[in-house]
């Protein structure tokens, strides 16, 4: 099962609002990922009513996810306000009265009371650990390239379990535990990143069914070693560990780590990173597992035999 992180979660939300504050061009890495999870969907026979988008950013899965389902309620959930802005200043009109009662039903907080048209999505601030949403009430669940910013994984699939309906898909990709692994020295503020074969045993451990998970390595190029930075900053973050150095590094120690980029390209000019990513689907099974280690129970009636 996947160990609880040291991480600090007012840090992991100001990293979220100054990445949402970045030129829109540094999404390149989430975005690719995004097209590549919506290139499996292809695959899988689903019509959700409901899909949650966790981590969503700036929102341009959850447009994407609207787009396809346009009857579907999309909520686009983030832990930072500021990630919430561009999707939060959508005129209040035209909203399905089953999306009103939804809402009205279980307390959903938005994005400054926004309430958009069907298929554009909801901007809602909440923290995946602890989701303000009523239980079995998701189709479809999807999360991309967040798992980084869990400071409790194994919670936060319990509570992915427990918004999910019987025969509910969670789909999510991952930085997987390969990524970075070439970078000259440290990679300030690197957080763990996990193991594919212990995130399909977290699914099983947390009641998911018929995990399918598999890696991919991608391989980036850059020219300069502030590019790079400023991409990673965008996907990753800074450094949000509870246990992290105070203060700034200086300037003697940033420029000894751009040296140590520079240094590091090969024959072509360009900087090697290589990202392990992990997408993973899973099902949530019907009979859902109850909590506390209950189980349902059938009763069948004996079938009759005649008379002796």
Not at 32 to 40: T, V
Not at 245 to 261: D, I, K, P, Q, Y
Request: proline fraction near 10%.
């Amino acid at each position: 099962m996947p160990e609880p992180c040291v991480l600090d979660p007012k840090a992991v939300r100001r990293q979220a609002e100054r990445r949402a504050r970045m030129p829109i061009e540094r999404d390149f890495i989430a975005r690719e990922i995004e097209r590549r999870m919506i290139e499996r969907l292809d695959l899988i026979r689903l019509e959700p009513a409901c899909i949650l988008d966790v981590g969503c950013g700036r929102g341009a899965g959850s447009r994407a996810l609207a787009a396809r389902w346009p009857t579907a309620l999309c909520l686009a959930v983030d832990l930072a306000p500021g990630a919430l802005r561009p999707l939060s200043g959508l005129a209040a009109r035209g909203l399905a009265a089953r999306a009103g009662a939804w809402l009205a039903r279980t307390g959903t907080r938005l994005r400054g009371g926004a309430t958009p048209p069907p298929g554009r999505p909801l901007p809602v601030v909440a923290d995946t650990h602890r989701l303000p949403l009523p239980a079995a009430s998701i189709d479809l669940l999807w999360s991309n390239l967040a798992w980084h910013q869990f400071h409790d994984p194994s919670a936060v699939l319990a509570e992915w379990y427990r918004v999910l309906r019987p025969g509910g898909l969670l789909m999510f990709s991952a930085f997987g535990v390969d990524t970075l692994r070439e970078l000259p020295g440290a990679w300030p503020g690197i957080v763990r990143f996990p193991d594919m074969h212990d995130v399909g045993d977290a699914l099983v451990g947390a009641g998911f069914a018929e995990p399918v998970m598999d890696a991919e390595r991608i391989t980036l190029g850059y020219r300069e070693p502030l590019d790079l930075i400023a991409e990673l900053r965008a996907a990753l973050g800074g450094n949000p560990r509870a246990d992290r150095a105070r203060g700034l590094a200086g300037r003697r120690a940033r420029e000894t780590a751009l040296a140590r980029l520079a240094a590091s390209r090969g024959s072509d000019g360009l900087i090697p990173v290589g990202l392990e990513i992990i997408q993973g689907h899973a099902w949530c099974p019907s009979p859902k597992r109850l909590p506390a280690g209950l189980a349902h129970l059938r009763f069948v009636p004996r079938p009759t035999t005649g008379a002796p």
